[in-house]
């Protein structure tokens, strides 16, 4: 779907202060199909996905990170969890070409390896599709918590101690960062909850420590060009303040 915006739309829009990196929590998809099947909310959600990520690109952000499946979701029914696999493979499959031609370059964080052999052979098909793609970094979560990605960095620095070539006399936040799933990243400088939820669910705790926060009232599957462009004026409109 070709996304664009009216000239009021874009004038109030700050060309010099698009934030670089904003990460967004898709949440609603199961309440938005309420009333008929969860299912759908899930469906309905997933095509949103690539004309969010347009029009993230039309603003001039560099870098777009989704919490696409949560190191929690497990815990959901059987049924729901395979549905939310499924969506994911088809997801990546469908919209292989449509990434490359818009220049979007994947990337994922989170321990894949629970996942089917299926799914982890469309997201190695993705990344090598995508990798040499240059308009917008497209970071999504998979099986991805917060706690986990902290828990697995504090692993890889344990071994890099054992096997000499990390100093623990030498570690500060910033070593910390570089063995985290982020690490090729800033922090994010937005973050956006759909659903009027107010809480960060177990994202990228360590990586939102001075990120602006907007919630939006819609439910995910809602969630329209229009409403990213209100989430950047509200950024925009904000003197961030780290530690001052």
Known sequence: MEITYTKAELAPIQKKNIPCHVAIIMDGNRRWAEKTNPLQGHWAGAEIVLDIVRAASDLGIKVLTLYGFSTENWTRSAVEVVALTEIIEVFLRDNRERMVDEGVRLHIIGDITPFPES????????????KESKTIDLVVGLNYGGRDDIRRAFEKMVDAIEQGTLDKTTITEATIATFLDTAPFDDPDLLIRTSGEMRVSNFLLWQLAYTEIYVSQLLWPDFTSQELT???????????RIGS
Do not use: F, G
């Open 119 to 130: 799914l982890k052979q469309e997201v190695a098909l993705s990344l090598d599709a995508t």
């Open 230 to 240: 209100q989430a950047i004026m509200s950024y925009q409109q904000r003197r961030r």
